[in-house]
């Protein structure tokens, strides 16, 4: 099999291919062997009926356009990996030769993914949120933990935030009482009640409130309120003995260490899963290429089915989401196309990293990925891969491994700085990728995609 490759215009190419005679006569053997299986001819058993009998009875030509249409989709995806080819519409063939008799040749004019620049992929350097652990913080986890321990403690002052207040509570609504509730406890400035906390601050015991309030549900309800005690939470001292009671540690100084160690694996795992979006915004910043406006309106597209699909799957539709968030339809919009935009940009600048990089992927490692698609999918690999080839998507299997390798590249290459701008050892920030993650855009020639539309 030859190919060859013809750059077309908007984003096209044209994929000629020529076969031999003698290497399309084993897609005619297939196609006589198929035809021998359906057809019942008098004296012999489906799938019995000699290849002669078969072309005298319903001629040669059957079989040659059953060959055709079966064997030119391989011949499709083999010309695409020899070339290198990611292709993201079907393809229009047009048999140029062949279809009678002799050497088989065909066009497929195929839209490929435009090619961007990224130049200054090798020195990208990615802020992450800092891992050092300060003083200030531990006192911050040692306080939350004193917090569990505090007692309630009458005082005489007026009340304020952080105060426990107990409280004869009624709420009614004209003359319907909805609530009533006698040495009601409530912290104050909790946010629970606003209006509540408002009068609440600056009360002493003996107070007697009477407030109007709007509330979910009721609407405007009047409060009647008997401040019968202020309360203030007093922490216990911070001390080995309070840390032994409090803790499976005999010492403050063994507890703090403990808090820093937790603390320290916290802001790793939050840097780690921050990682992979700073390095593809990055890599987004390099790409100044305009995308192309149907590709972006078909990403886009495709945004908006998997937001119905998800909202669907809650009961609720893209309407109830936008006044839910309180977002319009224009913001909306606009969100999802800067999103599918951005996608975009990352799809290709990694594909850009791949062909700079020559970074290639083995057939042994679609099959190993073909493999465990089969397995989320409960299907087997042999089937998959004959509908993944049969439906043009193999390619983007391929495709998806390969910026994934670049992915993996990036991560490797990339500078990692905190935000005072200290380098970060990128052993502290393992795993740095999710393992056997998809490339990070939804673009239809992912192999999750295609995955996901062909079963």
Partial sequence: ????????????????????????????????????????LPGFRPGKAPRQLIEARLGRGVARQEALKDALPEYYERALIENDITPIAPPEIDITAGQEEGPVAFDAVVEVMPQVSVAGYEGLRVVLPNLEVTEDEIDGQIDKLREQFGALQSVARPARDGDNVSMDR?????????????DELYEIGTGTFPELDKELRGKRTGDILRFNANVPEHGEVTF?????????????????????EASEFDTVEELRADVRRRMETVKRLQATLVVRDRVLEALIELVDDEMPEGLV?????????????????????????????????????????????????????????????????SDDEVDAEIAEMAKRYKDKPESLRRRLQSEGKLPAVRSSLRKNK????????????????????????????????????????????AAEETP
């Fill in 1 to 40: 099999m030859r190919s060859s490759v013809e750059l077309m215009d908007g984003n096209k190419i044209r994929l000629t291919v020529e076969l031999e005679e003698a290497e399309f006569n084993a897609a005619l053997d297939d196609a006589f062997r198929k035809i021998a299986r359906e057809v019942r």
């Fill in 170 to 182: 009624k709420v009614t609504r004209h003359d319907e009482v909805l609530l009533a509730a006698d």
């Fill in 224 to 244: 009647s309120v008997l401040v019968k005690d202020v309360r203030e939470k007093v922490l216990p001292q911070v001390t080995d003995e309070w840390a032994s």
């Fill in 297 to 361: 309106r078909g990403e886009m597209v495709r945004r908006v089915e998997n937001l119905q699909q998800r909202l669907a799957q809650q009961g609720a539709r893209v309407s109830d989401y936008m006044e839910a968030t309180g977002v319009t339809q224009e913001q909306l919009e606009a969100g999802l196309w800067a999103e599918a935009n951005a996608a975009l940009k990352a799809d290709l600048g990694l594909q850009a990293v791949a062909e700079i990089e020559a970074l290639e992927v």
């Fill in 406 to 449: 670049a992915m993996e590249w990036l991560f490797e290459h990339t500078e990692y700085v905190d935000e005072e701008g200290r380098v970060i050892d990128r052993t502290t920030l393992e795993p740095l990728a999710p393992e056997g993650a998809d490339i990070p855009t939804d673009s239809p020639e992912t192999a999750a995609t």
